[in-house]
């Protein structure tokens, strides 16, 4: 049903709701931080507007059918979609809700027809996975009941523009948006900024930046003018580094429900827009707001008639480590995401011109705005005249990994199309000519390794070889899914493994995937690397050379011919990665065997047998892993324990298909697939407890906890031994798992505390 919410409703845990910043204004508020009143305009809202307008199924085939690089298919279809939404009739029960809530907002701030902030929360904003900075839109100044609903419909329409579309698939977020709106009362603000608690570009974690400009915070966020920018101690709050901006105007409410632009005067624009004391008392707010979450963030706050406030928060997204080089300086400015890279520049003065950059190119413009975001890819470097390193183009840069200085000044006019350049975007310099062979290298965006130690061990997701190194050397306790096809492919050469049996070359298909196994094993040694072995579907086995030959043909494959009943059909292909896996253990007991796709106890007994009949039998330590895909695991998980099963990981991406009857395959069908749905989070607190109850080792390996932070908590909660994800989830996944455990904790001792 369509819904609101007031911040104080609401908190971290409603991130499928009310969207990131929604969720994060409510945790403010639990936190004690000091807030602007307002409520969230919830997701289902915009998921009933869309389907009472008839538009969903349209714009979900549209969007299904576009290639994002294509980037006049994507303006011409963002525009469409957009025009469409903003056209539509927002549902009777939707604008009564919104509506209602803005009169009560008017009786608590005591104004009638308040200002107010009306600003997108998508459920992938504002997380330690996605920032999505800037892609959605916001409407300051908003004043009425239709004005309101409008600047809502708005903010929905916003989840289709070029930005948002090419930022969801290039950062590998849920292609379909889920949005909420936040609707805030507006502070009038005199002095406004961003604020990190770590530096975005060093990664220090004992000093946090400030930047801040006069009036609205706009200018800052989007990169307007250069900002004041204060380095600060966070133990002593004394301010260690200060650079004061040339702020040329400043943002005002207007009569007329919209910002004014004042010029300021050269006097105005040279001075520090905080006092020393307004900076600690900044500093105070957001060592209370990092102490609260746990992690680093990235606040916006504004100062009004003396008194501050937070008026968002999300985690920082990257934290890049610091690479310094030195040479010939022809522009200088800030490094907003670093790494040294070498091209020919490119000046372009606005986004309509983008279409012309060409891949590996130094990107110069006026300043950073997110209208860049479909373009910047293939940038090689980005240069601006303006902006400060929290805007939010140089937070989307970092996260794209490119390297990005702003706030250079007249960059557009010192640095000519065509000029070969080198960026080093660590000493916030431009250099003429290229960098001396073998000193270019990319930007290092990796947030490094999390401080927290957790009683939940955080596993990866992996299948790469190359990776493994890398990988190994980040905060992670092991791999809770090694995936065997990435390997078993590259040594198959496109033929179908029984075309090598029949030929003779079976020993070669041996050879290669022991090898890549044992990479891992050295890789992560001691700790453990849990490998699935294969899980080809028919249709898959098909496209190799001699698939038609063995292969059936299956209407449905995702529930055929698979897993670990394909094993017990067909033992000598089995036999060909146990022995395999025999040989990349020798020496290195930490790798062990994980079976897909179990669906009853005959299969298991009979695949158990195999495994004892191996090479594998005369190694000791190895554990066998089923994978909890199929619901019958619940009933089953007793009988598993006994056949000496000791472990079980949770394959949330089939689980979720099996139990809601969904092929994960289907387009059509995308909507319906939700991992947080409440009858599969029943079956994941089911396998759980089963697990525990048999002492089983449980885990957790399917995509749901990389694209939903949110879930770490409840699988905390609910005892999970372990959780797998992607490389880039790994230190959110951590930060994730130690609040919650230290939310537990904390519970229990209040609990404790009541009870005595």
């Not at 911040?7 to 931080?33: P, T």
């Not at 101690?233 to 004042?262: C, Q």
Request: one cysteine or more.
């Amino acid at each position: 049903m369509p819904n609101t919410a007031w911040f104080e409703e609401l908190s971290r845990a409603d991130v499928s709701r009310a969207g990131g910043k929604g969720a994060n204004l409510g945790e403010m508020i639990r936190a004690g931080l000091p807030v602007p009143p307002g409520f969230v305009v919830t997701v289902d809202s915009f998921g009933a507007f869309l389907a009472q307008s008839g538009l969903a199924d349209e714009i979900r085939a549209r969007i299904a059918a576009l290639d994002v690089d294509d980037t006049a298919a994507l303006g011409v279809a963002s525009e469409e979609i957009q025009r469409r939404v903003v056209g539509a009739e927002v549902p009777d029960e939707v604008r009564a809700r919104i509506v209602d809530a803005y009169h009560a907002l008017a009786t608590r701030v005591g104004e009638r027809d308040p200002f107010v902030a009306v600003r997108s929360s998508a459920t992938a904003e504002d997380t330690a996975q996605f920032s999505f900075a800037g892609l959605h839109k916001s409407f300051l100044n908003v004043r009425g009941d239709a004005a309101v609903v409008d600047a809502v419909r708005s903010c929905w329409a916003s989840a289709f523009a070029a930005r948002a579309l090419f930022y969801r698939k290039s950062q590998h977020a849920p292609a379909e948006p889920e949005l909420a709106v936040v609707v805030e009362a507006m502070i009038d603000a005199d002095k406004s900024g961003v604020l990190f608690t770590v530096d975005p570009t060093s990664g220090r974690d004992d000093v946090m930046v400030i930047e801040s400009a006069w009036g609205l915070g706009e200018v800052v966020v989007g990169g307007l003018v250069q900002p004041d920018r204060f380095v600060v101690d966070k133990k002593t709050l004394e301010i260690v580094d200060r650079a004061i901006g040339h702020k040329t105007f400043e943002l005002v409410r207007g009569a007329r429900e919209r910002n004014e632009r004042h010029d300021l005067s050269p006097d105005r624009a040279d001075a520090p827009s905080l006092s020393d004391d307004e900076v600690r008392a900044v500093a105070r707010l957001a060592l209370a707001d990092e102490q609260h979450y746990g992690a680093p963030q990235d606040a916006e706050f504004a100062i009004a008639r003396g008194k501050e406030w937070l008026v968002q928060t999300r985690p920082v997204t990257s934290r890049p480590k610091q690479d310094v080089r030195e040479g010939e300086i022809l522009v200088r400015g800030l490094a907003a995401s670093p790494g040294l890279v070498s091209g020919a520049a490119r000046v372009l003065l606005g986004p309509e011109l983008g279409g012309s950059l060409q891949k590996g190119e130094i990107l110069v413009a006026p300043m950073t705005t997110p209208d860049w975001v479909p373009f910047l890819r293939r940038a090689g470097g980005i240069v601006t005249d303006s902006g400060g390193k929290t805007s939010h183009a140089a937070i989307v840069s970092r996260e794209l990994g490119i390297p990005c200085i702003v706030g250079a000044g007249d960059a557009t006019r010192k640095v000519a199309t065509g000029t070969v350049v080198t960026l080093d975007a660590v000493e916030g310099v431009v250099r003429r000519g290229a960098a001396p062979s073998g000193e270019v290298r990319p930007p290092k965006t990796t947030a490094g390794r999390a401080a927290a130690t957790t009683a939940t061990r955080v596993y990866v997701n992996l299948g790469d070889p190359a990776r493994a190194a890398e990988i190994a050397a980040m905060d992670v306790d092991g791999v809770g899914l090694l995936r065997a096809e990435f390997m078993i492919l590259r040594a198959l050469d496109g033929k179908h493994p029984r075309l090598l049996l029949e030929r003779g070359e079976s020993s070669r298909l041996v050879d290669r995937l022991a090898e890549g196994i044992r990479g891992f094993a050295r890789a992560f040694h001691p700790r453990p690397v849990v490998y699935r072995s294969m899980d080809f579907r028919t249709n898959e086995f098909r496209g190799l050379e001699g698939g038609d030959r063995f292969e059936p043909k299956e209407d449905n494959p995702m529930i055929g011919y698979r897993g670990c009943y394909r094993y017990v059909r067909e033992p000598d292909l089995f036999a060909l990665e146990l022995t395999a896996l025999a040989r990349a253990r020798s020496g290195l007991g930490n790798v062990h065997l994980m079976i897909p796709f179990v669906r009853t106890a005959s299969e298991v007994r009979a695949c158990k047998d195999l495994v004892d009949h191996s090479d594998l039998s005369r190694q000791r330590d190895l554990q066998l892993w089923v994978m909890a895909e199929v619901p019958s695991v619940v009933y089953w998980l007793p009988t598993y324990a006994k056949l000496g099963v000791q472990g079980v990981s949770i394959g949330s991406n089939d689980l979720t298909q099996l139990v809601l009857g969904v092929d994960r395959d289907s387009a059509a069908l995308a909507d319906l697939f939700d991992e947080r749905d409440e009858a599969v989070l029943a079956a994941i607190r089911a396998i759980i407890a089963a697990s525990r109850a048999c002492g089983l080792t449980c885990s957790i390996c399917g995509q749901a906890p990389s694209i939903h932070p949110e879930l770490a908590e409840l699988l905390v909660r609910e005892g999970i031994d372990s959780i797998s994800v992607n490389p880039d989830a790994i230190d959110a996944t951590r930060r994730n798992v130690d609040a919650a455990e230290r939310r537990i904790l904390l519970a229990a001792a209040r609990s404790r505390t009541a009870h005595d």
